[in-house]
């Protein structure tokens, strides 16, 4: 059974910084590409940025460049988002997200899902 969990959300004021982590387990990670996406109240998810199960990262959504950083650690079975200079914007609950083939942008493509963890960030 594939499990993804989600962990270090939480609530930060704006400019702070947050570090989420994805720990998975039930499937051979090193195989895997893994994503962090997000939803707001209201809208959508959307793609935050992705990892390649070799490393390679993809260019991150326009909204977050330059702030958000993805990274694996494959001995350790978890992918992390570094968050840094939050903004008020950036408030949503977080998924992390596999793909057992290359990275993708689109949530459609990925195979499992982790349940969440909120971010708030105040103004």
């Known amino acids: 059974q594939v499990q993804l969990v989600e962990s270090g959300g939480g609530f930060v004021q704006a400019g702070g910084s947050l570090r989420l982590s994805c720990a998975a387990s039930?499937?051979?990670?090193?195989?895997?590409?893994m994503g962090w996406f997000r939803q707001a109240p209201g809208k959508e998810r959307e793609f935050v940025v992705a990892?390649?199960?070799?490393?390679?990262?993809?260019p991150c959504a326009d909204s977050v460049k330059g702030r958000f950083t993805i990274s694996r650690d494959n001995a350790k079975n978890t992918v992390y988002l570094q968050m840094n200079s939050l903004k008020p914007e950036d408030t949503a609950v977080y998924y992390c997200?596999?793909?057992?083939?290359?990275?993708?942008?689109?949530?459609?493509?990925?195979?499992?899902w982790g349940q969440g963890t909120q971010v708030t960030v105040s103004s």
């Open positions: 990892i390649s199960w070799s490393g390679i990262t993809t």
């Open positions: 039930g499937l051979t990670f090193s195989r895997y590409a």
């Open positions: 997200a596999a793909r057992v083939f290359g990275t993708s942008r689109s949530v459609d493509e990925y195979d499992y």
